[in-house]
């Protein structure tokens, strides 16, 4: 059985930073692609970031360029999301996923990606 499971999430003050983990297990981490989503109060769910199978390239929705930074640690099964200079707007329950990297990957597709973990969430404060 495949298992997607986040952490790290939690309260943190605008300016500030915050890393969450999603630890995989029931998979061959090292050959399916990763990708982070977003779900915002009253908003759909949206594209994060996303990196490829062999961690040598990711890809950022543009509000995360330049604050967040994807990245995976193949030996440990772990994906992780480093999010720095928070804002208000960053507030939301962050997901993480695995595509197999059978066929085309387009990171920013829900459709593109098979499993999927629970969530954590984040809230940004003033």
């Known amino acids: 059985q495949v298992q997607l499971v986040e952490s790290g999430g939690g309260l943190v003050q605008a300016g500030g930073s915050l890393r969450v983990s999603c630890a995989a297990s029931?998979?061959?981490?090292?050959?399916?692609?990763m990708g982070w989503f977003r779900r915002a109060p009253g908003k759909e769910r949206e594209f994060v970031a996303a990196?490829?199978?062999?961690?040598?390239?990711?890809s950022y929705a543009d509000s995360a360029k330049g604050r967040f930074t994807v990245a995976r640690d193949n030996a440990k099964n772990t994906v992780y999301l480093q999010r720095n200079s928070l804002k208000l707007e960053d507030t939301a329950f962050y997901y993480c996923?695995?595509?197999?990297?059978?066929?085309?990957?387009?990171?920013?597709?829900?459709?593109?990606?098979?499993?999927w973990g629970q969530g954590t969430q984040v809230t940004v404060s003033s």
């Open positions: 990196i490829r199978r062999n961690g040598g390239n990711t």
């Open positions: 029931g998979l061959t981490f090292s050959t399916h692609h």
């Open positions: 996923a695995a595509a197999s990297s059978d066929g085309l990957f387009r990171p920013s597709l829900f459709r593109d990606y098979d499993y």
